[in-house]
């Protein structure tokens, strides 16, 4: 059971986030909507704390997620694997490479370290890694890089990176809004066929209200920082979103793919190391 | 997932294909790398033969270095380190020509702004054409590759050299020097961040019609413009360095004067003079430093 207590973010005098309160039960598939400046990525992200809380607790399995730190959070993230928009793969490392990144944390030791660092991993790890690429029919491309393959590929390829870190939770940021339908649909595929299959939590940020209709068991929908809505995929009419939003239901898309497109900013062009005369 | 799941016979054989593929591979990459590894094994050993750089020889010389910064090495007293400088053993004694090496000093940061600023506006003028990406024509891309070449190989004290001969003594030689090695040396630096450069935006202007200016000025520029700065300061605080050596061949700045302490064996001048240096090249150090990251901020922000 995930709990999130009065859980508030601000950012400045913006709230991003204002008291949420949800109880997510073990194995449940929950999509979060809302519009742009909704707060649906900053409360995923406080989830792992890759943003820090202004205020409020995470509760997981009754220990409070938001007083970890050092190598109890690191064990915590492990456990709540991220999909990103932008996938957030290395590029220029090959497939079975950004797989394997999901062990790092399971390598205890500075043996550990110093092994993974030189990319030394062992049969069983690199056979777990091949059996997740062949559950997504990417076992083929195992040695390419990265950036070769299209970009539904990628996602299921940090799909398989989420698995192998044995996560407990599963959460997703946007991670179909970067697709075509077609690849679309393969992830959201492969997020459910997780959910399903190995029984672990999901918690997916999804514009598209008819793709939370029909992959996820519950929805929240959350408008300026606060949760307007929680309950299931039936509940969630058309004339309950015009209720909450007060737009129809085909505005509210207009309106919270704006949202995606501010947030897939292309990422800074990296400095080449400074070559010294 | 783990081993302990019941995998199917399509998965294992999936397993065991990607396993053989990957042992290929990394045997392929061994092989290289073993290669490769010895190539350079034996060209360094070949060049430390040559260079005669031994344990022995390093050993033997080491000692004497520490000799070296002994001698030169002022002789303070305690109790008349704030005397004047007629005193012998106090601070203004050990510094006792400091206005005429601090406006020396003055001088060669001044041959080293001027030179970085100049050489690096030749830098960017010559760097597109010598970045694989943009070069018009492939014999530009090599004419402007070998001529920076040319400029950043040919040591800054032969370029000196030279303009001593043709303008005479003093430190315009000094700055013609700078210009040259900075163009050479920033033009390749900055030809590469082009050729790192994302190739969207300048797709995007040539399909509006754009020409090979627009590409450069609408498609790159602004992608690359913090990291050519940042070049470009970092290429002064180097200049500085390099003009006070300069003056050893006439060339300006503070160097004539090191040049002639050093040859004359006047020791304590010696490290009077290194310690300004140290002291000028650490805060111009600071303040680029500081510039940089401001710049480096900004470029985050736009």
Redesign the interface.
């Known amino acids: 059971m995930l709990e999130l207590r009065g859980l508030t973010r601000r950012f400045g005098a913006v709230t991003a986030v204002n008291e949420v309160t949800l109880a997510i039960p073990d194995g449940q598939m929950v999509g979060v909507i809302g519009r742009s400046g909704a707060g649906k990525s900053t409360l995923l992200r406080m989830i792992n704390r890759l943003t820090e809380p202004s205020a409020g607790q995470v509760i997981y399995g009754g220990r409070e997620i938001t007083a970890l730190r050092g190598a109890e959070l690191r064990r915590w993230r492990t456990d709540c694997a991220m999909i990103f928009q932008q996938f957030n793969l290395v590029q220029r490392l090959d497939v ?1 490479t950004n797989v394997l990144v999901g062990r790092l944390n399971h390598r205890p030791g500075v043996m550990g370290t110093v092994t993974s660092l030189l990319k030394m991993f062992t ?2 790890e ?3 890694a ?6 997504f029919d990417l ?1 083929e491309v ?2 390419q890089r990265a950036d070769t393959l299209s970009g539904g590929q990628q996602q299921r390829v940090a799909i398989c990176r989420a ?1 192998l870190q ?1 996560p407990r939770l599963m959460l997703a940021d946007e991670p179909i809004a970067s697709l075509d339908p077609r690849n679309a649909k393969t992830v959201m595929d492969a997020l459910r066929q997780v959910n399903r299959e ?1 029984g672990i939590t999901v918690l997916t940020n999804l514009h598209h209200l008819n793709t939370a209709r029909q992959y996820c068991d519950r929805i929240v929908a959350m408008q300026a920082g606060r949760v307007m809505f929680d309950g299931t995929p039936a509940e969630l009419t058309s004339a309950r979103v015009q209720e909450i939003y007060g737009v129809t239901e085909d505005e509210f898309e207009v309106q919270a793919q704006e949202a995606v497109n501010s947030a897939a900013r ?1 990422a ?2 990296t ?2 190391g ?4 | 997932m783990d081993a302990a799941l019941p995998l199917t016979a399509s998965a294992q054989a999936a397993i065991s294909r990607g396993e053989a593929a990957f042992q290929a591979a990394r045997r392929q990459r061994r092989q290289a790398t073993l290669v490769y590894g010895a190539l350079l094994l034996a060209c360094l050993l070949v060049a430390a033969w040559m260079s005669e750089m031994t344990p022995q020889a390093l050993a033997a010389g080491l000692p004497r270095i520490g000799e070296y910064f002994w001698r030169i090495l002022p002789t303070l007293r305690w109790e008349v380190l704030f005397a004047d400088w007629e005193t012998e053993g106090s601070l203004a004694g050990w510094f006792y020509r400091l206005d005429k090496w601090a406006w020396l000093i003055f001088e060669t940061s001044q041959m080293a702004l001027l030179g970085t600023f100049l050489g690096t506006l030749i830098a960017f003028a010559l760097s597109f054409a010598a970045a694989r990406n943009l070069a018009p024509t492939s014999w530009s891309f090599h004419l402007t590759r070998r001529l920076l070449e040319f400029l950043r190989t040919v040591p800054e004290i032969v370029f000196a050299l030279i303009f001593v001969w043709a303008f005479g003594i003093g430190p315009l030689a000094g700055i013609l020097a700078i210009i040259l090695h900075t163009a050479g040396a920033n033009g390749k630096l900055f030809a590469e961040v082009v050729e790192n450069a994302e190739t969207s935006a300048m797709e995007g202007v040539r399909a509006a019609g754009g020409n090979w200016f627009h590409r450069v000025r609408f498609g790159v520029l602004p992608q690359v413009a913090p990291n050519f700065l940042s070049y470009a300061l970092l290429r002064f605080e180097i200049n500085v360095r390099g003009a006070s050596v300069l003056g050893f061949v006439g060339a300006g700045g503070i160097g004539e004067e090191l040049y002639h302490v050093i040859s004359f064996n006047y020791y304590e001048e010696i490290s009077a003079i290194i310690v300004l240096i140290i002291l000028s090249v650490a805060a111009i150090d600071m303040v680029s430093e500081r510039l940089r990251r401001q710049l480096s901020a900004g470029a985050v922000r736009g």
């Open positions: 079975l049969a069983r690199r056979a777990m091949l059996a997740a690429l062949d559950r076992a195992a040695l698995l044995e190995d292309p800074p062009t400095t080449p400074l070559a010294l005369a």
